[in-house]
């Protein structure tokens, strides 16, 4: 059974830095990709943050570019979204994802609040 654990979230401060980790059990974890979502309040799910398999591809989304980093340790199952100079509105659900041959696995989401 496919099991993705995300924690790390918080309150932090505008300019402050947080990092996120989801825990993955079930699957072959170095076999897939892994992704990291996010919801704000009121609006839709957005992709954040890919990497590959192996690690050595990253992309993000154009508004976390050069704040925010992902990368996974295969001894531990573990996917991690570093986040840095965090903004107000990076407030926000953050749920880790894994698309495989076509089903789509979820966390519960960690919740990152970002305020002063």
């Known amino acids: 059974q496919v099991q993705l654990v995300e924690s790390g979230g918080g309150l932090v401060e505008p300019g402050g830095s947080l990092t996120l980790s989801c825990a993955a059990s079930?699957?072959?974890?170095?076999?897939?990709?892994m992704r990291w979502y996010r919801r704000a309040p009121g609006k839709g799910r957005d992709l954040v943050a890919y990497?590959?398999?192996?690690?050595?591809?990253?992309d993000f989304h154009d508004s976390v570019k050069g704040r925010f980093a992902i990368s996974r340790d295969s001894a531990k199952n573990t996917v991690y979204l570093q986040m840095s100079s965090l903004k107000p509105e990076d407030t926000a659900a953050y749920f880790c994802?894994?698309?495989?041959?076509?089903?789509?696995?979820w966390g519960q989401g960690t919740q990152v609040f970002v305020s002063s």
């Open positions: 990497i590959s398999s192996t690690g050595d591809k990253t």
């Open positions: 994802n894994s698309l495989q041959q076509g089903q789509s696995y």
């Open positions: 079930g699957f072959i974890f170095s076999a897939y990709a």
